[in-house]
């Protein structure tokens, strides 16, 4: 089942709406909100396990519920991901009532999942069967509460109870807006989801969303094209490059005809859905070298990341980051000069040469919290603000548009 304009849930003691995932799949004593629908994940490269664990993290997917109650707790069995020797953060719950916090939770860990460093095997260490997530105290009276799940983490939702009856919210009738990015959208170092980028712009600019932000695993992929397509969204957006680069998967050969190509297969579904088509962030020190990417293990505890690879490739046809912005920019020109209803938005608007000092990257790479707030707040303005790539108004109050059937 889709879950991307929400989809009600019974659970033992109350329902919910979930928002924010392609599918949820059941998982034993209930179901795990996952953002790719399972039956692309058979064409998922063979060293794939991070990849699958990647799409069932939960960020910006939430649970909607109407309830007079002042307490709720949820039963989730939630999963920490270990790649390698590297453990992912640890992210909370949060509970807004009418856009406002109004109450957290540290999120339990009660399996890991260690995923080897090469992507090809993976186990799950349990820790405990489920755990209790506490949101209180909650404003009194009847109210829609939303509560956003860890972003870093996969959530098995196994119950809800609350000192009230616990039902599903109706749906907002906001417009829908699908996002595909790196884990520069993903946001997993945020301690806090609503500190996600995209879920900031989207409250911003009173929106639903669909946050398909994959750590790692930004690279034009055609089943991430088809679900985007299978999607009903109002406006969609592709933040691409950083994973690419990072990872020597694309060179300047193919990128443009790869990125084109992933286009295309959206364009099925969607023949006339404003894009927004967004390039990489700066990366310090990193801009101009090819990838791969690698890590370096700093004195005082942190870690550096770069490109390592060697300047001289470039002319023999590496991509850089620098590159991939300037190509992305010119896929977008040949496409708006064909008549598509698609916009370029530079990364370097939302953390460019300017902001270095006054926002460091504490891993060279990926923003802190107060950055990616930041982020959304410059992505909707830049967007969907008055004088905006695609101003809010144009997108109307009504559901989302289906998509076209392939």
């Known amino acids: 089942m889709s879950a991307a304009r929400g989809e009600t849930v019974s659970l033992p003691g109350g329902g919910v ?57 949820l039963r989730v069995r939630c999963t920490r991901i270990q790649m390698g020797d590297f453990l992912r953060p ?35 260490v349990v820790h405990s069967d489920s755990s209790l997530v506490e949101l209180a105290p909650l404003p009194a009276g009847r109210k829609t509460v939303t509560v956003f799940l860890p972003q870093s983490m996969n959530v098995d939702l196994l119950d809800i109870v609350g000192d009230a009856p616990v039902l599903p919210a109706e749906p907002t009738g906001r417009p829908l807006w699908v996002h595909h990015g790196s884990s520069i959208s993903h946001c997993a170092e945020a301690e806090h989801p609503t500190s996600v980028w995209p879920v900031v712009s989207a409250s911003i600019a009173d929106l639903d969303l669909v946050n398909l932000g994959f750590g790692g695993q930004c690279m034009l992929d055609p089943f991430v094209a088809d679900a985007i397509a299978a999607t009903p969204a109002d406006v969609i957006s592709i933040k691409v490059g950083v994973n690419i680069v990072g990872a020597r998967s694309m060179d ?16 099925q579904g969607h023949p006339r859905t ?46 850089t980051l620098a590159e991939s912005r300037r190509q992305v920019a010119q896929v977008v020109e040949v496409r708006r000069a064909a008549g598509e209803d698609i916009v370029y938005l530079d ?19 990926h923003p802190d919290a107060e950055l ?13 603000g008055e004088h905006g790539l695609v101003p809010r108004p144009v997108l109307g109050e009504g559901v989302p548009s289906r998509a076209v059937p392939a």
Not at 95 to 120: C, E, M, R
Not at 291 to 314: H, K, M, N, Q
Not at 353 to 364: G, I, Q
Not at 372 to 384: H, L
Request: include cysteine.
């Open 347 to 365: 990364g370097l608007d939302l953390y460019g040469p300017a902001d270095v000092n006054a926002h460091p990257l504490p891993d060279s790479l």
């Open 372 to 384: 990616y707030e930041e982020m959304g707040r410059r992505f909707a303005r830049s967007v969907f």
């Open 90 to 124: 640890l992210n909370s719950f949060v509970a807004q009532v009418d856009g406002v916090t109004v109450a957290t939770a540290d999120a339990p860990v009660d399996q890991t999942l260690q995923v080897s460093f090469a992507g090809d095997e993976a186990t799950t």
């Open 274 to 319: 404003p894009i927004v088509l967004c390039s990489s962030i700066l990366w310090p020190g990193s801009d101009d070298v090819p990838g791969p990417s690698d890590v370096e293990f700093l004195d005082d505890g942190g870690i550096r990341c770069y490109t390592a690879g060697d300047p001289a490739d470039i002319g023999k046809g590496a991509l």
């Open 17 to 73: 709406r979930v928002e924010g995932a392609l599918e949820l799949m059941p998982v034993p004593g209930g179901v795990r909100p996952v953002r790719l629908p399972v039956r692309h994940w058979s064409h998922f490269p063979p060293a794939a396990e991070i990849l699958r664990a990647v799409v069932s993290n939960a960020s910006g997917v939430r649970l909607r519920v109407d309830t007079t109650a002042t307490r709720l707790t």
């Open 252 to 267: 300047q050969r193919t990128f443009v005809p790869a990125l084109h190509g992933f286009l295309d297969r959206i364009r």
